[in-house]
């Protein structure tokens, strides 16, 4: 479409691979972050990996999962302007969020130690997403932005009640079965799987 000179039909797929990238990111985001303990437990918490250090990636995994939407919508970004020939745009803004980058490290890693720097790293993927969000705009026109937002909306409230939901099985699961590698595994699985299958039921 950039090719031939289509801006309408790239700015009206650009719009939907957008939408669907907050349509599915954010449930994911919301599910790491109400099961980010365990998560990690299941994952990780074997042999030497002891309880302490699954507090520990707990926290990472957290400050990490805010900053998955928009990572996703951005690597979208980078494409759609190599796709226009303009490769230096995202070159250009990754070197500047590479220097937000680390202002944020050095500032949120005194305070909140690990957690701060992944919190950092989220924060940049925001400011990425909406410097070549704004720069695209203004290369092509308008990229439906008011549809995009209603569909954040929808997406995060259908996403924040499946996750609570999914945490609340969890915990019941966890409460009977313990936590054997089995019974991790079913209260894991069975928790994510019911948020999924409600979440599609919400949004579809």
């Known amino acids: 479409m ?5 801006t309408e ?23 790491l972050i109400a099961l980010d303990k365990p998560i990690i437990r299941l994952l990780y918490e074997h ?7 699954t507090h520990v990636v707990a926290q990472a995994l ?6 998955l939407v928009l990572n996703g919508a951005s690597l979208l970004l980078i494409r759609a302007f190599f796709s ?14 590479l220097v937000v980058n680390g202002v944020f490290d050095a500032l949120l890693y005194r305070r909140f130690g690990l957690e701060g720097i992944a919190f950092a790293t989220s924060i940049v993927n925001v400011v990425a997403f909406v410097v070549l969000y704004v ?11 008011m549809k ?24 019941v699961i966890d409460s009977v079965l313990g936590r054997s590698i089995v019974g991790q595994v079913v209260s894991v699985g069975t928790a994510s799987a019911v948020a999924a299958i409600m979440y599609c039921a919400l949004v579809i």
Do not use: Y
């Not at 700015?11 to 985001?29: A, E, H, K, W, Y």
């Not at 720069?135 to 439906?144: I, T």
């Not at 929808?154 to 915990?171: D, F």
């Open 2 to 6: 950039a090719t031939r000179g289509d």
């Open 9 to 31: 039909g790239f700015r009206n797929t650009f719009g939907d691979g957008l939408r669907q990238i907050f349509l599915m990111l954010i449930p994911s985001t919301a599910i």
């Open 47 to 53: 042999g030497k990996f002891n309880a302490a250090q």
């Open 62 to 67: 957290f400050g990490f999962a805010w900053g």
């Open 84 to 97: 226009l020939k303009k490769t230096w745009t995202p070159t250009i803004a990754s070197v500047v969020t």
């Open 135 to 145: 720069l695209l705009r203004r290369q092509v026109g308008r990229l439906g932005s």
């Open 148 to 171: 995009t937002l209603h569909t954040v909306v929808i997406a995060v409230l259908c996403s924040a009640g499946v996750a609570l939901l999914g945490h609340e099985i969890w915990r």
